[in-house]
């Protein structure tokens, strides 16, 4: 599943990085497949990134950017309404 997602933000567009849209992808997919986020972990995984750590920081880039909301507890990521597909 390859979407090409940006927020529109006062007349602008919010570029996500490769590997924060890899994230969303990730996060869509699953949650459309499951219906449920995948874990931090299998995020890892999934997208190559070595550190747990390091998909914290693009789930707090893309929450920044507004693509996700506050994450409510282990897979409960908020994806943003006009993420649902």
Excluded: W
Aim: proline share 4%.
């Amino acid at each position: 599943m390859k979407t090409h997602c940006q927020k529109k933000s006062q007349n602008s567009f919010e570029e996500l990085t490769k590997r924060q849209q890899q994230v969303l992808d990730m996060l869509l997919a699953s949650a459309k497949q499951y219906g449920f986020q995948p874990s931090i972990r299998e995020i890892c995984s999934a997208t190559g990134i070595a550190s747990p750590n390091g998909v914290v920081g693009h789930l707090k880039s893309l929450r920044k950017k507004g693509y996700i909301g506050e994450c409510l507890g282990a897979r409960a990521i908020d994806l943003s309404p006009s993420m649902d597909r």
